[in-house]
């Protein structure tokens, strides 16, 4: 599975994991150089822990 933003891979796994139709990737599947890290914490109810890596 890869994770495409404007025609870039930014994730790239076969070890995703789905819930509801959305798979989740592994952190060591992003390619780093797209993201950075955040104190920011999201979450949501009945899904997987909450992410604190975003976009750059």
């Known amino acids: 599975m890869k994770a495409i933003w404007n ?3 930014v994730a790239e796994s076969d070890d995703t994991v789905v ?6 990737f592994p ?12 104190i920011a914490q999201t979450t949501c ?3 997987a822990a909450p992410a ?5």
């Open 7 to 9: 025609n870039t891979v």
């Open 19 to 24: 819930v509801e139709n959305n798979h989740y």
């Open 27 to 38: 952190a060591s599947s992003l390619k780093k150089e797209f993201f950075e890290d955040s």
């Open 45 to 47: 109810p009945g899904k």
């Open 52 to 56: 604190t890596t975003r976009c750059a």
